[in-house]
C-alpha cells in the first residue's frame, strides 16, 4: 500500500499544477521570468550539467547502467521509455508551442545553451527525468530513493527554465505524462522477464546502439560545451556494461 501511494502521490499533485498553470497563462509566463533570473545566480555549466540528466540518449545510458544489476529486467525498463518518446514527439508537433525566447521581449531571456529546434510543449526532459525516477522506484522498492531522484528530476527541470528553454507547464505536464506512462508500463509489463539467451542477444543490440552513440559524441568533443564529457561518459560505461553481459554465460564464469 505504501509503495503503491509512492508512485501515486506525484500524480496528484502535478494533475491539479498542470491544470492551474493551463488556465492562468500570465502565471505561467511570471514564473518563469521570475525563476529564469533568480537561477541565474548559480553558472551556466552547473545547469548545462544538470540538464544532461533529462536528456533522452543520457537517460537511457543511465537506465542501461542500472539495469545492469537486474538484467533480465533491462529490455521492460528500455522499452517504457519508448511509449513516452513517441508521446513527446507527437505532443510537440502537434501542439507546437513556441519557447519563452520566441515570445518574450528581447532581453527577457538569457539562452545558456543551444536551443532545440522542436516545440516548448511538453518538456521532453521533464518527461525522461520522471520515466527515470519510476525506473529507480521499480528496482529499489524499500530503499528511500524517492526523495532523492524527485530533487534530481526537480533540479533537471529547473535547468530548462534556467537554459531559457521551457515554461513552467511544460515542465508540469512532462513531468506528469513521464510519471504515469512509466508508473503504468512496470506495473502492467514488470512480471516480464528474459531468459539468459536472451538478456545475451539484447545486450549485443545494446551494445551496436551504445557503440554508435559514443562514435557520435566523440565526433562532437571540439564543438560542444563542457557537459559532453559527461555524455561520453555515460555511453562508454554503458557500451562496456552491455558488451559484458553480450559475452557467452562460459566468458562471463
Same mark, same amino acid.
Given at each position: 500500500?505504501?509503495q503503491?501511494f509512492?508512485?501515486?502521490?506525484?500524480?496528484?499533485?502535478?494533475?491539479?499544477l498542470?491544470?492551474? #498553470? $493551463? /488556465?492562468?497563462?500570465?502565471?505561467?509566463i511570471?514564473? $518563469?521570468?521570475a525563476g529564469?533570473?533568480?537561477?541565474?545566480?548559480?553558472?551556466?555549466?552547473?545547469?548545462?550539467?544538470?540538464?544532461v540528466?533529462g536528456?533522452?540518449p543520457?537517460v537511457?545510458?543511465?537506465v542501461i547502467?542500472l539495469?545492469l544489476r537486474?538484467?533480465?529486467?533491462?529490455a521492460t525498463?528500455l522499452f517504457? %521509455?519508448?511509449? @513516452?518518446?513517441?508521446?513527446?514527439?507527437g505532443?510537440?508537433?502537434?501542439?507546437?508551442?513556441p519557447?519563452?525566447?520566441?515570445?518574450?521581449?528581447?532581453?527577457?531571456?538569457? /539562452?545558456?545553451?543551444v536551443?532545440?529546434?522542436n516545440?516548448s510543449?511538453?518538456s521532453?526532459?521533464?518527461?525522461a527525468?520522471?520515466? /527515470?525516477?519510476v525506473?529507480?522506484l521499480?528496482?529499489?522498492p524499500?530503499r528511500?530513493?524517492l526523495r532523492?531522484?524527485?530533487?534530481?528530476?526537480?533540479l533537471?527541470?529547473l535547468?530548462? @527554465?534556467a @537554459? !531559457?528553454?521551457?515554461w513552467? @507547464?511544460?515542465?508540469?505536464a512532462g513531468?506528469?505524462?513521464g510519471?504515469?506512462?512509466?508508473?503504468l508500463?512496470?506495473?502492467?509489463?514488470?512480471?516480464l522477464? /528474459?531468459?539468459? #539467451?536472451?538478456?545475451?542477444? $539484447?545486450?549485443?543490440?545494446?551494445?551496436?546502439?551504445? %557503440? !554508435?552513440?559514443?562514435?557520435?559524441?566523440?565526433l562532437? #568533443?571540439?564543438?560542444?560545451?563542457?557537459e559532453?564529457?559527461l555524455?561520453?561518459a555515460?555511453?562508454?560505461a554503458?557500451?562496456?556494461?552491455v558488451?559484458?553481459l553480450?559475452?557467452?554465460a562460459?566468458?562471463?564464469a
Amino acid at each position: 500500500m505504501l509503495q503503491r501511494f509512492s508512485t501515486v502521490w506525484p500524480l496528484l499533485l502535478l494533475v491539479p499544477l498542470t491544470v492551474l #498553470l $493551463f /488556465l492562468a497563462p500570465q502565471l505561467n509566463i511570471t514564473l $518563469f521570468l521570475a525563476g529564469h533570473h533568480a537561477l541565474a545566480v548559480l553558472p551556466a555549466p552547473l545547469w548545462r550539467i544538470a540538464s544532461v540528466f533529462g536528456d533522452w540518449p543520457s537517460v537511457l545510458m543511465i537506465v542501461i547502467l542500472l539495469g545492469l544489476r537486474f538484467p533480465d529486467r533491462l529490455a521492460t525498463l528500455l522499452f517504457a %521509455a519508448l511509449p @513516452i518518446m513517441l508521446l513527446a514527439g507527437g505532443m510537440k508537433a502537434g501542439f507546437a508551442e513556441p519557447r519563452p525566447f520566441l515570445v518574450l521581449p528581447p532581453g527577457s531571456v538569457t /539562452l545558456l545553451d543551444v536551443p532545440p529546434g522542436n516545440g516548448s510543449f511538453p518538456s521532453g526532459h521533464a518527461m525522461a527525468s520522471s520515466y /527515470l525516477v519510476v525506473v529507480l522506484l521499480w528496482l529499489w522498492p524499500e530503499r528511500p530513493v524517492l526523495r532523492w531522484s524527485i530533487v534530481g528530476a526537480l533540479l533537471v527541470m529547473l535547468s530548462r @527554465i534556467a @537554459i !531559457g528553454v521551457h515554461w513552467p @507547464i511544460d515542465l508540469v505536464a512532462g513531468a506528469l505524462v513521464g510519471w504515469g506512462v512509466a508508473t503504468l508500463w512496470c506495473d502492467r509489463l514488470g512480471w516480464l522477464r /528474459l531468459s539468459r #539467451l536472451g538478456v545475451q542477444r $539484447f545486450a549485443v543490440l545494446l551494445a551496436v546502439l551504445a %557503440a !554508435g552513440y559514443t562514435a557520435s559524441l566523440v565526433l562532437q #568533443l571540439h564543438g560542444h560545451h563542457e557537459e559532453v564529457w559527461l555524455r561520453l561518459a555515460l555511453a562508454v560505461a554503458a557500451l562496456v556494461g552491455v558488451m559484458r553481459l553480450a559475452r557467452p554465460a562460459q566468458q562471463m564464469a
